[in-house]
DNA sequence: CACATTAACTACCGCTCGGTAGTTAAATGT
DNA sequence: ACATTTAACTACCGAGCGGTAGTTAATGTG
């Protein structure tokens, strides 16, 4: 047992694509364009993967879409997780996360929305198969909220129903504010949307 | 001139359909499903309109399309200032307002979230010609909520600015809430969700 | 080397899509 | 009665859709 075992690869011909890279690039163009709105050309022509090989390695569209949404929600709820720590105590801490989000929907993939924000507006009413995933990610998105939340409570002077409703009311409002970006809103909407959420949260003093 | 000359048809063969009839039950169709999610067969069976009358009154899919998006928009926006004025002056106006939608979220049409807020999401980053409608439609519902927070400051104790932050807050919330009800929330959820802006609303006192 | 395995690549399939030409039917105008 | 106008209805079109069979090209294994 040499250490040629450690670098066993796949018995067949190897990958010309790396995976990963190419499941960023088709994200992307879900992201922008909408499930029902992406074709399989679409995804064939924007990674440079031939059809056949898209199919062989993630199944049909539909399959394809589900590893990119799962995907898409391990990484967003990883940073979610990871700004909420950066944010730091106390109402300040709320202030600072807003304000990062701030700085990230005005240019790039942020004025695309959330992509589990559009998806789960898309795809209700007619995809059999993805019915529950809505309420599941608005579950995952929530428990990091509230751990925002909570963090702003440090001598616990907040009852748990009370930081209950802050979330729920930052929650919906991160709903809104996605949509609001995503329905064309220039920076100076977007701004007071934002600046208006922070006078309430102010408030929570 | 008798009075015959009033009941003047038009020339030829007359319509066996009604066409607010058939523009409702089709406007039902994209509000479930989606704009690129209903197909032109799709609207033939649901109208029982055969599809070369359906382009004949109508136009492409994307004019008729236009035309029930602008249809929703008028109603809604009658809708809107309607309960707007029964609604009543002072805070309790406003929770007023929120409960009333409460009854309307949770069945029927409402499980669909609003068309406009639906397409507004769907056609960003694909429809040409649907650009600045996402914009022009989120003036027109500020406008109405606006009226609505204003009239709940009688005295006028509260500066413009304000008035407008209120605002942008209340309708940032009412998007997220709609996104909230179409991405399959059910009935307990949707009722914390308007919950937690009643208490917000209730620090406005 | 032959062989098994896996991927790249080509060519194609049946179906649905949005859209239209052409014909028949029902009304009005002269 | 006859022409005109408008709508209903039939039949069809080219293009694009998601998906697949079959062949060629690399790799590891014996």
Known sequence: MGVSSMNTRSRGR???FDEDAVLDELTQLFWRKG???TSMADLVDASGVHKSSLYSTFGSKEELF???LQRYLDARMDMFSKL???A???IDGIHAFLERLRGDLVSGTGQWGCLLVNSS???SGTAPGFEGFGVAFRQALRERLRGLIRQAEPGGT???SVTDQRTDLFMTFMLGLNLTVRGGADENEIGRVIDAMQATI???R
């Open 158 to 160: 907040a009852s748990n």
């Open 35 to 37: 499930y029902s709105q």
């Open 14 to 16: 190897p990958r010309l």
């Open 84 to 86: 909420v720590e950066q």
């Open 202 to 204: 102010d408030t929570w």
């Open 88 to 90: 730091g105590p106390g």
């Open 121 to 123: 507006s898309e795809l």
């Open 66 to 68: 589900a590893r990119i």
